[in-house]
Each structure stands twice: as structure tokens, then as C-alpha cells.
């Protein structure tokens, strides 16, 4: 992962060219690094039709990397992690409006304190979720394919189509605790909404975390608070999740859920995951159900819950390089139009939506 040659190299023309930077220049722990993920996607919609496209980052998102840190004695290290998405198919960057969209962080880590860390990063919530997901929140098998604004329920009551904190939170200021007590690990987090709109993607955001993550068993809570100009009327957004997994030799297993609510509007979703190991790749399975419940606004969003089965196998090539095939179906009740990514718009209430992707990912 880390190409010192590239940076030592780059570092030494810059020096050539312009002169000596002061201390800057004598800094030796910036890495490059990143991933490229691409694959063929097939997503079906009844009634819709079907639209097959490349697609990126479908097993692991495409992204660049930069990062570093400076020993400063004592135990003292400064840091600094810059992450950028990349749509590998187009060229073209994940965000357009934000260069650093995945992490934009400088931070001060002691090993008896801990980490304080600001900038743009992920929220608790969405950290003790993701790591039970087989599918790494990404593809058409991802648990991402419940968290959508796109229909009516608390998400979209609490942030519209704009951005939301379901993921990551801008403005960020976070404590993490240090990995030197025994795999319990968790933190706290803080984010001021700066004036701004959810339209701007400016939330005021309180988040904690706590789990413990040693040996073959791994459990995780996190809770994420976000207050906006469109919450302000009807009271905060509130995410809470929970799970846990467990390694039994070949086979890992998870049970995890998560809860969003905004005024009246709740989502309820359930993941059961499974890691098998076989041969020198890997088979993950998955389950996700959400419930929805009470009313979003004037409309009733309790008849409109879904389900989604999910079956995947990784390949790995070598320890940066894999192959990947995926299948996944989402099975909508009521007025529920929750879809796999990549399909045909216009999917109606009740409807069925189906993927298939191939793909291959490298670490660099």
C-alpha cells in the first residue's frame, strides 16, 4: 500500500525546484495509496425493463489516498488523511462539489489518550453498521440500497434529497480511544451545523461509539444525532445501531440493526450476514429487511417495507488483486420502491428489482 519511492522521488524534485521547505520538507510518512474497482452490472425492474453499464467500486469503492503522520516523541504523532472517490468507469470524481468526499482529516494521537481528529469523516452509527455488511455497503447486494431519500420515511424527512449523515459528517471534531486497551475501542463525535443548510450539507451532529473487537467475536453500538434547518420545526434525526459478528473457523456470521427516526417517520433494518472462506477466495451471503412505521408527514409509511437476499464470491488473485461476482434481489411491499443501483427509473410500489455485477478490484 504505501510507494515511498513515488513520494521520496516527487519530494526531491520539488526540493530541487524550489528549495528547502523548512520543517515540512524533512516529513518521511506520506503514503499514496488507493483502490480500483470496476465492474459489469445487469439490474432488472419489473415493469421497468433492464439496463446493464459499467460501473465502479462495486466490491470496494475506487478511491486515491493520502496520508501521514510525524513521530513527536513522547508518544505524540500528528496526522493527516485525505481520501478522495473516484468513478473509475467516467474518470470523473464521486463528488463533484467535494474534491476529499470519502476523508479530509488532521488529527493528534497519543498512545494513552487516544486520537483527536477534525475534519470530514464517518459518523458512529454508520461505522458499528457497515462492518457487518458482507457486501462493504457497496454494490448491488449492499445494505446502502435500504438507506435512500429517494421515497418517504424518515431519511428524506429529515434531509430531503440533500446530503445527509447517514454516512459521514463534515465539520467533524472527534475523540477516539486508544487501541491499547484490551480490542475495546469507541469514540465521540461533534459537528457544528456552521449556520448553514441541509441543502449545503451543514448539520449539527452529536455521535458516540463503543464496542470490542478481539479474537473471533466482534460487537459494535453507535448513535448519531443530526439537527438541521429542516429538522428544526419537528425535532432531531436519530440513528442508532447495534451488531455483532462471530468466526466459527471458515465461517463468520453477523446480526446487526439499525434504526432511523424523524418526527413521526421510523425505519427499522435487520442485516444477517456470513463470511465463508473457500479455498482461496470467499462466498458472503446476506439478508436485509426494513420495516417502516408511523407517518412522514401526512402519508402513512407503515405498509411499505422490503427485503433483500444477497449472494457474492471473491476471488483473490494475490493479496491486492481479486475477482468478484454478485447477485441480489429486493422484494418491495405497499408503496416501497427501494432498488438496486444502476436500473431503470420509474420502478412502481410493490415491484421486484434484481442485479448481477462481475467486476475486479486492486489495491495499490
Known sequence: MQHRPFVAGTAAALVATFGPAGPAAAQSGVTLGGIADAAVRHVDNEGRGSVSS???????????????????????????HLEHGVLLDTGNPAQAAQFWDRRSTVSLASKSFGEVR???????SYLAWSRFDPFSYVGVA??????????????????GTSP??????????????????????G????????????????????????????????VSVGYTRSENNLTAPTGAFKDLSAGA????????????????????????NLLLGAWVAVGSGEL???????DLSGKAGAVDVGANDARQLGLGYVH?????????????????????????????GGLAGGQRSAGAELGMRHSF
Open 54 to 80: 459499467l460501473v465502479s467500486g462495486a466490491n470496494s469503492t475506487s478511491r486515491l489516498v493520502v496520508r501521514g503522520s510525524e513521530d513527536l516523541g513522547g508518544g505524540l504523532s500528528a496526522g493527516f
Open 118 to 124: 477534525a475534519g470530514r469523516d464517518f459518523v458512529p
Open 142 to 159: 449492499s445494505s446502502s440500497n435500504f438507506v435512500s431519500s429517494a421515497l418517504q420515511g424518515p431519511v428524506r424527512s429529515a434531509f
Open 164 to 185: 445527509n449523515t447517514t454516512v459521514r459528517s463534515s465539520n467533524a471534531l472527534q475523540w477516539l480511544l486508544p487501541n491499547t486497551l484490551g480490542g475495546v475501542e
Open 187 to 218: 469514540g465521540l463525535l461533534v459537528a457544528a451545523g456552521e449556520g448553514g443548510t441541509a441543502a449545503n450539507g451543514q448539520h449539527k451532529v452529536q455521535g458516540l461509539r463503543l464496542g470490542h473487537a478481539a479474537g473471533a467475536v466482534v
Open 245 to 268: 459478528s462471530v468466526r466459527f473457523g471458515i465461517v463468520r456470521v453477523s446480526l446487526a440493526t439499525r434504526r432511523f427516526q424523524h418526527a413521526g417517520a421510523r425505519q427499522a
Open 284 to 290: 458472503r451471503l446476506s439478508y436485509n429487511r426494513a
Open 316 to 344: 483473490n488473485l494475490s493479496k491486492r488483486s481479486a475477482l468478484y461476482a454478485t447477485l441480489s434481489r429486493i422484494d418491495n411491499q405497499g408503496a416501497a420502491t427501494f432498488a438496486v443501483p444502476g436500473g431503470p
